[in-house]
Nanobody, 122 residues
Framework: QVQLVESGGGLVQAGGSLRLSCAAS????????MGWFRQAPGKEREFVAG????????SYADSAKGRFTLSRDNAKNTVYLQMNSLKPEDTAVYYC???????????????WGQGTQVTVSS
């Protein structure tokens, strides 16, 4: 059983930056592909970015490309989402997820964190 804990969310002005972290425990971190998803009020949960087990491959939603960077440190059991040039439409609860496959569908991921709120003011 893998436990995931997100941190780093908060309130930031448009154009600002945040770095989200997701710390994993209870499993062999390097066995899991990791993903970040977000969910805004009244909307479905959507894929933001994903990273393979080794960290050699990443994938981003079109909305995140060029602004967000996903990385992982398998020695620290942690994945990081650096978010730059934030926009009000990035406002959402951001969730970290771990899964056995590197995919964009939320249903593929087996373990989820509780989420961290990101609010971008205009």
């Amino acid at each position: 059983q893998v436990q995931l804990v997100e941190s780093g969310g908060g309130l930031v002005q448009a154009g600002g930056s945040l770095r989200l972290s997701c710390a994993a425990s209870g499993g062999t971190f390097s066995r899991y592909a990791m993903g970040w998803f977000r969910q805004a009020p009244g909307k479905e949960r959507e894929f933001v970015a994903g990273i393979s087990r080794s960290g050699s491959t990443t994938s981003y939603a079109d909305s995140a490309k060029g602004r967000f960077t996903l990385s992982r440190d398998n020695a620290k059991n942690t994945v990081y989402l650096q978010m730059n040039s934030l926009k009000p439409e990035d406002t959402a609860v951001y969730y970290c997820a771990a899964g056995y496959q590197f995919r964009t569908e939320p249903s593929i991921y087996s373990y989820w964190g509780q989420g961290t709120q990101v609010t971008v003011s205009s």
